[in-house]
């Protein structure tokens, strides 16, 4: 099985920024998708960024030209910039990937717990 770390996350004033991580561990053949999702109080959870092994990254539009996905490959983990923080980012920020495990070669989405991020003055 695939095991996601996050860090990162907390309280910060609006205008600052935050650098989330999330690290994954397991038997991993390949990643395929890394993405971070968020949930507001009282909203479904929503994407947020994606990025796909091609290195192409996608945006929801709330965080385009704020928010920047990268990915180490090296230690297989994502992260998440975060400038320019507004109270309505707040929410819980939760990291996924699609992957293919050994040794069975089955791919399939795996999630992490999630991690609190405050915007507030």
């Known amino acids: 099985q695939v095991q996601l770390v996050e860090s990162g996350g907390g309280l910060v004033r609006p205008g600052g920024s935050l650098r989330l991580s999330c690290t994954a561990s397991?038997?991993?053949?390949?990643?395929?998708?890394m993405d971070w999702y968020h949930q507001a109080p009282g909203k479904q959870r929503e994407l947020v960024a994606t990025?796909?092994?091609?290195?192409?990254?996608n945006y929801a539009d709330s965080v385009k030209g704020r928010f920047t996905i990268s990915r180490d490959n090296a230690k297989n983990t994502v992260y998440l910039q975060m400038n320019s923080l507004k109270p309505e980012d707040t929410a819980v920020y939760t990291c996924?990937?699609?992957?293919?495990?050994?040794?069975?070669?089955?791919?399939?989405?795996?999630w992490g717990q999630g991690t609190q991020v405050t915007v507030s003055s």
């Open positions: 996924s990937l699609v992957g293919t495990v050994k040794p069975t070669m089955i791919s399939r989405r795996y």
């Open positions: 397991g038997s991993i053949f390949s990643i395929n998708v």
């Open positions: 990025l796909i092994s091609s290195g192409d990254s």
